[in-house]
């Protein structure tokens, strides 16, 4: 399972500033869904499937380790508005990364039904029941105005679980501080070929194939570190 730790940004080592050269830079690399582009359907397309993750991860991924490489290059020459002025990038490109790395994993052919375990208990304690959380998560990502992620996350401060949304490809912890255990993408290419502009069935859809078990794994480690 990916986590916040192994997808951080801070993936670039540069000699120090002095010397001026850059020493080693380790690149992303799109990673492998862990099931076929067509093991979704009927809730999500073969065809979305290809096009979301060879296409359009595939972008943030280049566009990242590029525009880390420019980075690298900054840092080393001390050049720090060009360090400010490839922030909007890195966090565009690096949250996209790290948002579809997690999205692929939280979903299975498997998936569906409800959670059970300390994840069902958590989410019992924090929402009344399932179905609670199940509507106001829902709700958030229907309700997301443009393109944006909402996501079901974990205060490590209060140990309690919280639904957010995310504009864009704004990362939930490095923008909320909570940990993310699930999300859903509410950018049109996850489902317009399929769902045509009817948001609210895709996002009903989804929940038939959440991996639950993936999500209690999260919840445990984040309740471990925390």
Avoid at 21 to 46: C, F, G, K, M, Q
Avoid at 79 to 102: E, R, Y
Avoid at 134 to 139: A, F, M, Q
Wanted: with cysteine; charged share 20%.
């Amino acid at each position: 399972m990916l986590s916040a730790k192994t997808l951080t940004l801070a993936r670039c080592a540069t000699k120090p500033a002095f010397l001026g050269t850059v020493a080693t830079r380790l690149t992303h690399t799109l990673p492998d869904l862990p099931y076929d582009y067509n093991a979704l359907e009927p809730y999500i397309s073969a065809d979305i499937m290809k096009l979301h993750h060879s296409k359009h991860h595939n972008t943030y991924v280049t566009n990242l380790n590029i525009a880390e490489e420019k980075l690298a290059e900054a840092v080393a020459k001390n050049d720090v508005n060009t360090c400010i002025n490839l922030q909007p990038a890195l966090k565009f490109n690096g949250g996209g990364h790290i948002n579809h790395s997690i999205f692929w994993e939280v979903l299975s052919p498997n998936g569906g039904g409800e959670p059970s375990g300390d994840l069902k208990e958590t989410i019992k304690r924090d929402f009344g029941s399932f179905e609670n959380m199940k509507k106001e998560l829902s709700g958030a990502a229907v309700g997301v105005q443009g393109s944006g992620w909402s996501w079901l996350g974990f205060n490590p401060n209060s140990g309690r679980l919280r639904v957010a949304v995310c504009a864009n490809q704004d990362p939930l912890q490095a923008t909320t501080g909570l940990i993310p255990l699930f999300g859903i993408d509410v950018w049109e290419h996850a489902y317009y070929l399929q769902y045509k502009n009817v948001r609210p069935d895709y996002v009903q859809a989804i929940f038939n194939i959440a991996n639950w078990k993936n999500v209690a794994d999260r919840l445990a480690d984040a309740k471990e570190g925390s």
